[in-house]
Every structure is written in C-alpha cells, then in structure tokens.
C-alpha cells in the first residue's frame, strides 16, 4: 500500500483560483446533477448543530476534536473485525495526535503527496481546518489491534469542492488516507483497510449512495488498493494540482466486489 492518498481540492476553504479549468474525462456518459456547493453558511451552521444534538446531545467534546456536524457521529462507529486484525477509527485530536501525525507528514513518501512536510504548525493549520469547520470532513486515526497506524479524512464529497469535477450524488461520502509506519506499508493492508472503513461508513450513513476516492494517477499502488478493496476507476479528473483516478464503491455492489 502507497504511503498516502493525496487530498484533492482544498475541503474547508474553498476552491482555489483557477479551478474552473479542470476537465473530466468519464468513464461512461452518464449524466448526473453535481450539487451547488455554495450554500448559505447560517444554512450550514444550523445543519451542523442539528446534526450534533441529534446524535450526540449530552458529548462534551474535547478541544481540538471534531465534532459529528454533517458526517455524524464517527467517534461511536465501533471497531470491526478485519483480516489484519481490529480495526477503529478514532477522530483526531489535536492536542494529542499532532505530534504523530506531523512525523507522518515528514515522511518522503507521505510529503509526495499529502504536501504538508514542515513543522508541527504546517500539520496543525491542515487538521484545525476540519476540526474547526462545520463538520463536512472529519480527520481521523486508523487504529490496529490498539496501534494508531493510519490517517483517515472522511468527508461529504457532495458538498466538497471536488463535486464541481464529477457528477456528484446527494451524501456521497469521500474518502482520503495515508498509512503511516513504513513497516506496515507494502503488505497488502492498504486494501484491506479500505475495504473495512467503506463498510463501516456505509452500515452507519445509510442515506449515503456510494464511496468515493480521488488517488493521484502516478500512485499506481494506492490506485491498485482501492481496486482491491471493491472500487472501480470510474474516470481519470484534472483537479488543482494534481491528475486524480476517480474511485467509486457503489453501495449496491459492496456485497459483489
């Protein structure tokens, strides 16, 4: 498994100048309605804390972590049974994961793609921008058999600026990763993991249609663990930066791939 699967347009800031250049190029010639991401931010306020006295309304959350917003609440997915062993998402929190997650993003192989090589204030600038946000994305550890081992940011893709570059589906949901220890990198937990974390985000949003990943076309490993982990290459997108391989896991196919 590839170090990392790099994030496509900026998530919580907005679309950077320029964007209206990308281009797509489909997979098939379906059309589909891409969401108006520019929605009223009173709207996306009132959404959030809707959302989070609904699911959570007696959870204090700690500085520094995100709450459920518009994604729910992640922090109560359980842990699932995998063939590498039991596996969790826990939601980041900044005062205590920052340390290990700006080594993570020093790595050669995470810093190709992720971008965000530097000091501990680099990191904190990426993670306060989910934690801090209306809650469209949530930053999170991977953790195996009791080891934080990977980084996850599960985000609503229809409400993401990278909907202008597909044809989006209402609560689709997005999905980007690195793994961070070398020793657990190359040893086939890339799909495996993408596998358990589709599940776990499909049995607990159920309104959303279908997974979706926006890998750098050059990290054929990264590309080649979501094959493996049900994904079909839908389309090849032009996005900021970066040329992406478009990756969807259907919902009515996670039990045939």
């Known amino acids: 498994m590839p170090a990392g699967n790099r994030p496509g347009p900026p998530t919580r800031t907005g679309p950077r100048s320029g964007e209206e250049g990308a281009s797509v190029t489909p997979a098939d010639s379906s059309t589909e ?6 929605l009223p931010p009173e709207f996306l306020a009132l959404f959030a804390a809707t959302a989070f006295d609904a699911a959570e309304p007696d959870t204090e959350y700690p500085a520094g972590a995100a709450r459920p917003g518009l ?29 290990l997650l700006t080594r993570w993003m020093n790595d050669p192989a995470v810093a190709e793609f992720w971008e965000l090589a530097g000091d501990e204030r680099v990191t904190e600038r990426h993670l306060r921008g989910q934690t801090e946000g209306d ?3 949530v930053p999170c550890l991977g953790v195996l058999d009791g080891t934080p081992m990977s980084y996850w940011e599960i985000y609503r893709a229809d409400l993401d600026p ?23 990198r190359a040893r086939g937990l890339g799909g495996t993991l993408l596998r358990a974390v589709c599940d776990i985000v499909l049995d607990h949003r ?38 992406a391989a478009l990756m969807i896991r259907d919902r009515s196919l996670r039990h045939r791939l």
């Open 33 to 38: 309605d891409t969401l108006d991401l520019k």
């Open 71 to 99: 994604l729910g609440a992640a922090a109560s997915w359980p842990a699932v049974e995998t063939p590498a062993g039991s596996f969790r998402l826990v939601p980041v929190r900044v005062d205590r994961d920052l340390p």
């Open 135 to 137: 809650g469209r994305s």
């Open 162 to 184: 990278v909907a202008r570059f597909y044809p989006a589906r209402p609560h689709d949901i997005g999905v980007h990763l690195l793994i961070g220890g070398v020793a657990d």
């Open 206 to 243: 159920p309104g959303c249609p279908r997974v979706i990943a926006e890998p750098d076309l050059r990290n054929t490993p990264s590309v080649a663990a979501f094959l493996t982990a049900g994904f079909r290459l839908s389309a090849e997108l032009e996005l900021p930066g970066k040329r």
